[in-house]
């Protein structure tokens, strides 16, 4: 399944298939980005990360691709599992003050269906 | 290691009155940084301190929020005379360092409730 994360907030997957979040970002400045978890009641979890020098990372089940050209990060999930239900953030940061804060994107609700 | 401790967990403030905030960061880390999202919404930056300082408040009300980090104890994000569009989840990350070159733990957070 696919999903961009503004227009479609919500993303229904099969267990076992693999999924694609999407995120466009909003600046061609950010220079680092990261994906977060998000369960219900919890805080941000960090999934996976990636420098502006970067086209493509791998972790353990999800890679995350980054297009600078179009603005565009998304994150795969490979053989999603009923606990990789949640929401999921795109976040970016430029160093525009030096406080390194972070920029959400709106986010997409995963459901994996068992 | 405990991770970002924050409480309370959920607070209840009718309107008029003071909201106060406590953030615990990680052993050893002195960078906080404070959120808040309201329901179905990405976390919005809000304030970033150091240890007795205000390093960058621009996502914060200019009037009834304040926050303080101080040398010692946790930071605390104070909010004066609530009214119900403070109604929110607020949370809190904790670094090192600068967050881009060694990352954010957030905490579970304190989620209001205005009355």
């Known amino acids: 399944g696919e999903s961009v994360g503004l227009h479609l907030p919500t993303l229904s997957v099969q267990e076992g298939d693999n999924s694609i979040i999407n995120c466009a970002y909003s600046?061609?400045?950010?220079?680092?980005f990261i994906w977060y978890k998000q369960e219900s009641g919890k805080g941000p979890q960090f999934i996976i990360d990636i420098r502006s020098n970067m086209d493509k990372r791998q972790g353990q089940r999800v890679t995350v691709l980054l297009n600078k050209t179009v603005k565009h990060l998304s994150l795969q999930i490979a053989a999603t599992q009923p606990g990789d239900s949640a929401v999921y953030f795109c976040?970016?940061?430029?160093?525009?003050?030096?406080?390194?804060?972070?920029?959400f994107g709106t986010g997409t609700r995963l459901t994996v269906i068992p | 290691n405990a991770g970002v401790m924050q409480n309370p967990r959920h607070l209840v403030r009718r309107r008029g009155q003071e909201a106060r905030l406590r953030c615990s960061p990680m052993k050893g880390h002195s960078h906080v940084y404070w959120y808040r999202q309201l329901p179905e919404e990405g976390l919005k930056f809000m304030v970033y301190?150091?240890?007795?300082?205000?390093?960058?408040e621009s996502g914060m009300p200019k009037e009834r929020f304040s926050a303080e980090f101080p040398k010692e104890g946790p930071s605390i994000l104070r909010i004066q005379q609530v009214v119900r569009g403070d109604s929110a989840a607020y949370f809190c990350?904790?670094?090192?360092?600068?967050?881009?070159?060694?990352?954010?733990?957030f905490g579970s957070g304190t989620r209001l409730t205005v009355v």
């Open positions: 600046n061609s400045a950010s220079d680092y």
């Open positions: 301190l150091q240890k007795e300082n205000i390093i960058d």
């Open positions: 990350a904790s670094s090192p360092g600068d967050g881009a070159n060694y990352g954010y733990t």
């Open positions: 976040a970016e940061n430029w160093d525009q003050t030096g406080a390194n804060n972070l920029f």
